[in-house]
């Protein structure tokens, strides 16, 4: 049964979502969230800066977090639907479509590449069950830091919940990047 779609169109367009994901994410990582680093002041040596520059922080915080449930939560999630249909067609075709209409004969290596576009899903998975189970807490303690009374959060703790944001933002460049690396070596294996 072929399948409805050309699957490497599919896979073309999830493994740039992927990207996209990676890109992002090593540019919180490694850039935005840092830069709302810098100079900021001890809570034990300097508390009135310090309570400043967590209150800034946190109203600087909603940049990032709207942008990652408005543009990057769609498309983490469309990169496991595109990876599982790569996955099925795979599994499901007798030939391996490369280009358009271009038919390279199944020598059985194809057909067990439904294995590798599974781990690029199951990869897109675990990052947003990650993004939900442990970097939304986070993002709610830093968000709340625009009013930690009223948030009950804790504002001396404002640089270890950005530090910790960074560090566990880590499986979302090591994720995208694996799933995109072996969809794209999988496709192209084939051409």
Not at 93 to 107: S, V
Not at 136 to 150: E, H, V, Y
């Amino acid at each position: 049964m072929a399948p409805l779609v050309p699957t490497t169109a599919v896979v073309g367009t999830t493994v740039a979502f992927s990207f996209i994901l990676l890109g992002n994410a090593i540019t919180q990582s490694f850039m935005g969230v840092p830069a709302l680093l810098v100079d900021f002041p001890r809570a034990s040596s300097h508390p009135e800066e310090h309570a400043k520059a967590a209150r800034h922080l946190g109203r600087q915080w909603p940049v990032f977090w709207h942008m990652g449930n408005v543009f990057f939560r769609p498309i983490s999630t469309l990169g496991i639907f595109g990876y599982a249909y790569a996955s099925w067609a795979t599994a499901n075709d007798t030939h391996f479509t490369a280009f358009g209409n271009l038919e390279i004969p199944d020598n059985g290596a194809a057909a067990a590449g439904w294995k590798l576009y599974a781990l690029s899903a199951t990869c897109h998975l675990i990052t947003v069950m990650h993004s939900a189970l442990n970097m939304q807490p986070l993002n709610q303690k830093i968000d709340g830091l625009r009013d930690p009374r009223a948030s009950g959060v804790d504002e001396s703790l404002a640089e270890y919940y950005a530090r910790r944001w960074i560090k566990l933002n880590t499986v979302r460049i090591v994720m995208p990047l694996v799933a995109g690396s072996v969809a794209l070596w999988q496709t192209l294996r084939h051409r």
